[in-house]
């Protein structure tokens, strides 16, 4: 296939690879669609968790497909979701495992966390790591 021209769309198939891949290494996994949707729905749980103004923020910085995958199905009147706890945080991305349930959720999602923070811009990082507080906060760490 030809190229477009455009770097972020001539690239952004290998940048999801790239991603997925960083996943599995880190959480060493080999299957790259559960890492699909541990992406995913980490994305959408950081999304919802934070305000409009910041979840748009940190979507800016995301790449072509990322940023539609994070996107997806957002409801920006509905946010921030309440309660905000890490059981909560955790529970909802846990439960898209209901098949193969993951086996620690706290490593996935901190796994996801750090792979945000090798990508995005460390300004950004603190601004929603800062953003949600308390034991939800730790695991930016």
């Known amino acids: 296939m ?46 919802d968790y934070l305000g409009v103004e910041e979840a748009a923020a940190l979507g800016a910085q995301l790449p072509l497909i990322i940023r539609g995958i994070y996107y997806a199905n957002w409801t920006p009147s509905k946010t921030p979701v309440h309660p905000r706890s890490k059981a ?13 349930p993951l086996e620690n959720p706290e490593r996935a999602v901190a796994a996801v966390f750090d792979l945000l923070r090798r990508k995005v811009s460390m300004g950004e990082i603190d601004h929603v790591s800062n953003a949600m507080r308390g034991p939800l906060h730790a695991l930016w760490q």
């Open 88 to 100: 909560d945080f955790l529970a909802r991305v846990g439960g898209a495992f209901s098949r193969d």
């Open 2 to 47: 030809k190229g477009t021209g455009h770097t972020a769309i001539d690239t952004a198939p290998q940048v999801v690879a790239e991603w997925l891949n960083l996943l599995c290494d880190d959480l060493q996994w080999r299957e790259k669609g559960r890492a699909y949707l541990l992406l995913t729905e980490t994305l959408h749980a950081l999304r």
